[in-house]
């Protein structure tokens, strides 16, 4: 059973500290990504990663930051949180070639910043 | 103009209606049309996708494409309560090194008993 697992399904943070969130996948995918979805703006790529230590930036990633160290495991770091992003932040992941239209997503980290 | 356009609802059914959900779609380079579905609090999942025009049929559900009108759209018949959920769809250019579909904002769908 292939799965995608996110560090955390809740999280309340203070506005101005450093969060951490966390992905992990068990199916050797070589393709990871970060979106945020917010009600009325859908899924929104924030960054993505194609192989470890390679980063690209997606349609908003101005606060965020990202490491990819192992293969498996794609993080996604808030450097100063800020109420706006209060939100629900997806971890999906897809294999390279023919079959990369598919993603995997983990269940979500609903982060509520204060 | 939003390269995926898809009305967020929400849309509420009966039990047992036939439901038609749908995108357009902006790009011609468009190859493969998909379809997600989203359970509350939950991460969305693969439901179907297509490659290229016409139907495809898995159970209740049909996904249609119409590459000439830039069109795509999701059926579900007999609709039922455990279909309640939200439907993204995602389309990708294809090609070598493309692999970031675009999504849809969401159909919220209601099925109600």
């Known amino acids: 059973d292939v799965k995608v697992t996110q560090s955390s399904r809740y999280l309340v943070k203070r506005t101005g500290e450093k969060v951490f969130l966390e992905c992990v996948q068990d199916m050797d995918h070589e393709n990871m990504f970060w979106y945020r979805q917010d009600p009325g703006l859908g899924l929104r790529l924030i960054y993505f990663s194609y192989d470890v230590k390679m980063k690209e930036k997606g349609d908003i990633p101005e606060g965020y930051s990202v490491s990819r160290e192992k293969k498996e495991r794609f993080s996604l770091i808030l450097e100063s949180a800020s109420t706006n992003q209060t939100s629900m932040y997806l971890c999906?992941?897809?294999?390279?070639?023919?079959?990369?239209?598919?993603?995997?997503f983990g269940p979500g980290t609903r982060l509520t910043v204060t | 103009q939003k390269e995926v356009e898809q009305d967020p609802g929400p849309l509420s059914v009966p039990e047992g209606a036939i439901v038609s959900l749908n995108c357009t779609y902006s790009n011609s380079a468009f190859q493969y049309f998909m379809w997600y579905r989203q359970y509350s609090r939950k991460g969305p999942e693969l439901l179907m996708y297509t490659y290229s025009s016409g139907n495809k049929e898995d159970g209740r559900f049909t996904a249609q494409v119409d590459k000439s009108s830039k069109y795509i759209s999701l059926f579900i018949r007999d609709s039922q309560p455990s279909d309640s959920a939200t439907y993204l769809c995602a389309i990708l250019k294809g090609g070598g090194g493309s692999y970031i579909p675009t999504f849809g904002r969401g159909t919220s769908l209601i099925v109600h008993p």
């Open positions: 999906a992941s897809s294999q390279s070639g023919g079959a990369s239209y598919e993603q995997y």
